[in-house]
């Protein structure tokens, strides 16, 4: 398992933007796929996004594809989403997670999959 930290959100108005980050303390965010989740009240948890470090490739849910970019920094060993076009039913706590990737298989989207999570960080998108 991992410490994930996690910074950002916050309050924006519908079409707005905001920038979550995740850090790793105590280890590097090598050989692991490192995801958003997101929740809202009475939802269950949902898969964001997702980035495999080692090889950068990233993967979104249909729901933001095309306004949301993750996006990796290997020098500070942060990983960040990049949220755009903001709009009110993107409002959530939003989670980071981390999970051992394993070599030739398909990131996973479940969130029983993952091992290591953050505290949450709540973004809310005002109409």
């Known amino acids: 398992q991992v410490h994930l930290i996690e910074s950002g959100g916050g309050w924006v108005q519908a079409g707005g933007s905001l920038r979550l980050s995740c850090a790793a303390s105590?280890?590097?965010?090598?050989?692991?796929?490192v995801a958003w989740f997101r929740q809202a009240p009475g939802q269950e948890r949902e898969f964001v996004a997702v980035?495999?470090?080692?090889?950068?490739?990233?993967y979104y849910s249909d729901s933001v594809k095309g306004r949301f970019t993750i996006s990796r920094d290997t020098a500070e060993n942060a990983m960040d989403l990049h949220m755009n076009n903001l709009e009110p039913a993107d409002s959530a706590v939003y989670y980071c997670a981390a999970r051992p990737t394993v070599l030739f298989t398909e990131v996973v989207r479940a969130p029983s999959a993952y091992d290591s999570w953050g505290q949450g960080t709540q973004v809310t998108v005002s109409s």
């Open positions: 105590e280890r590097t965010f090598n050989m692991l796929d």
């Open positions: 980035i495999r470090w080692n090889s950068g490739r990233t």
